[in-house]
């Protein structure tokens, strides 16, 4: 007996919990009603099939309010295709040539076409409110409005522009001792619109400057190792296949100069290691070589407001130590790549 009871306790429960479900899930139900005229050469059933697969619809219901109506006339050689949007309160339309597509690609040309359509008339439940007319319809409901919501959150996903992620090989010369510095860069990039990003940079470099010490004018090599952290703001446009931008950078880095003595027996090293910093102007091109790679070449010009300072100093006492400094302003060029994540 109490297995009998506990049976029928289960099946109450389920029982409660289908009612419960199943009117959630017709709620959130979406449906498109489609209206083709006949003039449209299509396979009307095929493109309905096809349509509803894009958008993620149910097929066609009597009971419930379409989402949409999606309605293909014609106007001479040209289809006609029009978006009443029971979401959003508008109306849409655009004109379409079928002459020149394939008889046999038509209906799923057409759903890719009206799909696109449609959702974009829907992103706008995605967008920001913002204080305008109320248009003079009544609002979808609430369930609705949640399910074109989520019908339209993977394309603004898909939409939103990609980190990528790049390597340079770089040259770069401070102005107070010109000799070329040689170095790698790591870049990451993010752009939050279409035309910002910010860019995040671990660069670093090896060199070797050229210096005097004594009266006698005594050659001495300073080697230069430098690391640094960039982060710059850029404003982006593109030009043709180019991305072309201009932007503003903050560097942050440390320098570690040693003096070597490459004839003289009588001088002494004293190496110095100390941080360097300045703001920089970046001009850059980038061009795409396939859909997710894009070659780069960028220049920069700054400006050390923080600089660093290598001494070697003679065992003769009479001699001033040959000073190297990093300081005034720098250029770097760069050459790499980056890819879209």
């Excluded at 070329?180 to 060199?207: D, E, R």
Aim: proline residues 8%; negative net charge.
């Amino acid at each position: 007996m109490r297995g009998l009871y506990l049976v029928a306790a289960l099946r109450c429960t389920l029982l409660l919990l289908m009612a419960a479900v199943v009117p959630r899930v017709q709620a959130q139900s979406l449906h498109v009603a489609t209206q083709v005229d006949p003039c449209v050469p299509l396979d009307r059933e095929k493109f309905e099939y096809l349509l509803n697969i894009e958008l993620g619809a149910e097929p066609a219901d009597a009971a419930s309010p379409p989402a949409a109506t999606l309605s293909l006339g014609c106007s001479g050689s040209l289809v006609i295709l029009s978006v009443e949007d029971a979401v959003t309160s508008k109306v849409v339309t655009r004109l379409v040539d079928l002459s020149a597509v394939d008889p046999s690609a038509r209906a799923r040309l057409m759903a890719l076409t009206a799909s696109e359509l449609v959702l974009a008339s829907w992103m706008e439940v995605r967008m920001e409110p913002r204080e305008v007319i109320p248009p003079a319809a009544p609002p979808p409901a609430p369930e609705l409005k949640a399910r074109v919501s989520e019908v339209v959150e993977p394309q603004i996903q898909s939409t939103a522009p990609p980190l990528r992620l790049g390597a340079s090989a770089m040259t770069s010369t401070f102005l107070s001792a010109l000799a070329p510095i040689f170095g790698v860069a790591l870049h990451l990039t993010q752009p939050f619109s279409s035309t910002w990003a910010w860019n995040l940079s671990l660069l670093g470099g090896l060199g070797q400057l050229e210096g005097s010490i004594g009266e006698r004018g005594q050659a001495v090599s300073i080697g230069v190792t430098t690391a640094a952290l960039a982060w710059s703001l850029r404003y982006t446009r593109s030009v043709g296949p180019l991305d072309l931008w201009v932007g503003a950078a903050a560097l942050v880095g440390l320098a570690y100069l040693t003096g070597e003595r490459p004839v003289a027996t009588n001088l002494t090293a004293t190496p110095a290691y100390a941080p360097w910093a300045g703001p920089a102007l970046q001009l850059a091109a980038a061009y795409p070589v396939s859909e997710r790679v894009r070659l780069l070449l960028q220049v920069e010009g700054g400006l050390l407001v923080l600089g660093t300072i290598a001494r070697v100093r003679s065992q003769n006492s009479g001699d001033q130590p040959a000073v190297t400094e990093l300081r005034g302003g720098w250029l770097a060029a760069q050459l790499g790549f980056d890819v879209a994540l």
